[in-house]
């Protein structure tokens, strides 16, 4: 046991200086189509031909917005939109139900069969993808692909640290500007006593139950849900509510 961690320890020790160069480098930028030409740069130095991120807001609630990055040739990402292979797509819906990484692998494959022969029909046949979803419930994913090579478990052991920490530091480096794009209420901010009374307002309570609770007027407390409203762009109180809980700002 003791070897493992030394092991271990001895790994990220050395990955540490190769981590800091590459988080500067991608927090350094402003633009997320020069932070993703950077992530694949360092897709293809680790092996890959191709990389992709996509990466989905967690508002609406009703109909969450998605946008998609990739090296993937045009033919092949036209036919995926096409297609709309999105909807079937099996490491996509792994994506939806795990944040565990994944092989791409016949098996993974088997009920998607034609979606399947058209990706290997473009050199896609062997990748890994890695979901990841931060406090904000935005979810993302970073998939890496090549043409030849099997993904043996020799190099997925050498790798696995590595790729882990890209597609963690992709999900930073890309969600802190496209969200705010897609979804601008994420970058709201509320002050205390707003964050108090949506946060009772998501418990159910009413304006007079609230202004009992903080020792406030009613007429306070219905100023308060108000700013809230607008500030989140909501329908009424109720969706506030669901916004702030969604966006962590109920806490």
């Known amino acids: 046991m003791t070897v493992g961690a030394s092991a271990v320890g001895t790994v990220e ?32 130095k680790l092996g890959f031909d191709h990389c992709s991120y996509g990466i989905r807001a967690s508002l609406p609630v009703s109909r969450q917005r998605i946008a998609i990055f990739d090296t993937y040739p045009t033919e092949w990402r036209d036919r995926y939109v096409r297609q709309n292979y999105l909807t079937v797509d099996p490491t996509v819906q792994h994506g939806l139900r ?29 990748g890994w993808a890695q979901p990841c979803r931060d406090a904000q419930g935005v979810l993302g994913m970073l998939s890496v692909v090549r043409s030849h090579d099997e993904l043996s478990p020799t190099e997925m052991q050498e790798k696995s640290i590595r790729l882990a ?62 700013n809230v409203v607008k500030k989140l762009n909501a329908a009424n109180k109720t969706a506030a509510a669901v916004r702030a809980a969604v966006l962590g700002l109920i806490y």
């Not at 990484?101 to 046949?125: G, K, M, N, Q």
């Open 165 to 226: 920490w890209l597609a963690q530091i992709t999900h930073i480096a890309m969600a802190r500007i496209v969200v705010k794009k897609l979804v601008p209420e994420a970058s709201v901010r509320l002050s205390n006593k707003e964050t108090a009374v949506i946060r009772w307002t998501a418990e159910g309570k009413s304006a007079a139950e609230i202004a009992e609770i903080m020792g406030l007027s009613p007429r306070t407390v219905t100023f308060h849900i108000g």
């Open 98 to 126: 795990s944040l565990l990484p994944i092989v791409w692998t016949d098996e993974l494959f088997e009920r998607a069969r034609d979606f399947w022969e058209d990706a290997r029909a473009y050199d896609l046949r062997y």
């Open 13 to 44: 020790t050395a990955l540490k200086p190769w981590q800091d160069d590459q988080l500067q480098v991608l927090l350094a930028e402003e633009n997320e189509y020069r932070v993703f030409d950077k992530i694949a740069e360092i897709a293809r």
